[in-house]
RNA sequence: GCCGAGGUAGCAAAGUGGCUAUGCGUCAGACUGCAGAUCUGAUGACGGGGGUUCAAAUCCCUCCCUCGGCUCCA
């Protein structure tokens, strides 16, 4: 079995055939001059678990994700501040790190500045002039692209219809509108670094490039993002890498669904974005992350608290299989069909992932097992306990849902020694009292279930 | 205007010619002192119209609607 992917650049699914065991890919990261925003956190969640995925099926993958703390809105939001733009770029990629570690984001192989980087761009931009696809133009770098034939491959677009669009900027510097700055002249006031075109920054696309040959050389096997920036970003970054290296710069193009909230796509001009953070004071971590991990990675989604209730409930009964393969595992039984439900589970996991990570179609299987687990876990044998755990951690930890928070040992004890007074309450069947013990603590988050034993959890 | 994605039950969301998707919700039954959890059952769907076919959510035509890109964006 092999897995397929829907490749951009062809619109098609394809075998993925990478060019070894490790896995190159590279995901355009973040620009960070704000709050990381959950529009964010689904593309990053969608590539993570992609490689989790990947690494599940035996692949290493080696993950670069860039910085570009040189950019226009950074420079906007340094003047408004009054601060390097340098020092908001580090800030603010710091925080969201914290943000993306909560999420349990894997953090990628690392994570490429473009200040630390500006000699390499400088050298490929040189490279580029010297090859003819690029021009200086006052102070400024622009690559032409009518010298690369096959500009508009990947958003299958001719340039004669991205003109029409009419709303590329006409420039007197260019020679042609659609040409695109490599190197961008500073302005007074402005970050800048020297170069053999006087003083000025690198242009957005070209860090892209640059960085992603840099650390995983050519061709890239995977290069992701959000398909918002199929245009005009990635195909810019085909055109720039494929004139450098004159060859294919990537194998497969995958793209993220963009996040809406109410029909609207979640961004920082339409001031409509949830920052993470702010979702995190009111949702536990894993809720967020199985509601983004739920959504087929290529699909849009609206986001609304409704979607997030449901993941909250769908995570609870995960996490109830959970405790109950635990406890049953204390004392097993001598049969069920668990075994038989396991290696189906396993299987249409696989082949769902398989398929273009098909994350609905692969939890739907989850949920088999987790039904089956709640069913027959009773009288499961051991062997059978353990496989059924061994594959519902793997499973978890693809879509990365299981990291549970700790409960500290007090109030490990102390929650325990209520819940046996109020036993005593019970066998004296005083259940008034004791069901306003079960109802106080519910109310500050603490669930007591009642059976043979009684039992208590956190929620979520 | 051009390019692309989509419209599936109360909500979310797979499926893409014949086989119960799934999760949340709602209702009922079992279990329980009750509640919860869990199980069992029920509930209900393929945007409108036309066509192809023994058979269409799935293929074709047509119309309507939504979202994304064409401008900074994950």
């Not at 800048?192 to 061709?219: A, Q």
């Not at 405790?323 to 299987?347: F, I, M, Q």
Request: aromatic share 12%; proline share 3%.
């Amino acid at each position: 079995m092999t897995i397929k992917v829907y490749n951009t650049l062809s619109r098609k699914k394809e075998e993925f055939i990478p060019r070894d065991k490790k896995v190159r890919i590279y995901v355009c990261g973040l620009t960070p001059y704000d709050y990381a925003h959950l529009g964010h956190a689904k593309t990053y969640v969608a590539f993570d678990v992609i490689i989790r995925y990947l690494e599940y099926r035996g692949y290493e993958v080696f993950h670069v994700q860039n910085v570009t703390d040189v950019e226009d809105k950074l420079i906007k939001r340094s003047k408004e501040l009054q601060k390097n733009p340098l020092e908001i770029a580090d800030f603010f990629f710091k925080d969201a790190l914290k943000d993306f570690d909560r999420l349990n984001i894997k953090r990628a192989s690392i994570y490429p500045k473009v200040s630390d980087h500006i000699e390499d761009i400088i050298n490929f931009i040189s490279r580029l002039i010297e090859k003819g696809y690029a021009y200086e133009s006052n102070g400024n770098v622009y690559f032409e692209v009518k010298k690369f034939k096959d500009y508009g491959k990947l958003s299958h677009q001719s340039i004669k219809d991205i003109i029409s669009g009419a709303r590329v900027s006409i420039d007197e510097n260019k020679r042609d509108p659609v040409d695109f700055a490599l190197w961008k002249k500073a302005k007074e006031g402005e970050i800048f670094w020297d170069s053999p075109w006087g003083k000025g920054r690198p242009g957005w696309h070209i860090e892209c490039s640059v960085m992603s040959t840099k650390y995983l050389g050519v061709p890239l096997d995977i290069h992701g993002g959000a398909i918002e920036l199929a245009f005009p970003h990635h195909e810019n970054e085909i055109a720039q890498s494929e004139a450098y290296y004159d060859k294919k710069f990537v194998r497969y193009w995958l793209h993220t669904g963009v996040l809406t909230v109410n029909g609207e796509k979640m961004s920082k001009s339409l001031g409509n974005f949830i920052t993470v953070k702010d979702l995190l004071k009111k949702y536990n971590p894993m809720v967020i992350r199985l509601y983004l991990a739920s959504i087929y990675y290529r699909s849009r989604a609206d986001f609304s608290e409704e979607n997030l209730e449901s993941a909250k409930n769908s995570l609870e009964r995960i996490y109830n299989a959970k405790r109950k393969l635990d406890e049953a595992l204390k004392n097993p039984g001598d049969g069920s069909s668990l075994g038989d439900t396991v290696k189906r589970v396993k299987e249409n996991f696989e082949a769902a992932m398989d398929d273009d990570f098909n994350t609905p179609k692969a939890l739907a299987a989850y949920y088999d097992l987790v039904k089956e687990i709640n069913r027959s876990a009773d009288s499961a044998s051991e062997s059978q306990l353990l496989e059924a755990k061994k594959l519902f951690e793997d499973i978890g930890n693809v879509f990365g849902i299981l990291m549970e928070e700790k409960k500290g040992d007090l109030e490990e004890k102390l929650i325990q020694l209520i819940v046996d007074i109020r036993d005593e309450l019970r066998k004296r069947k005083d259940f008034e009292m004791s069901d306003k013990i079960r109802a106080k603590l519910r109310e500050i988050g603490i669930v007591l279930e009642d059976g043979e034993k009684t039992t208590w959890k956190k929620s979520l």
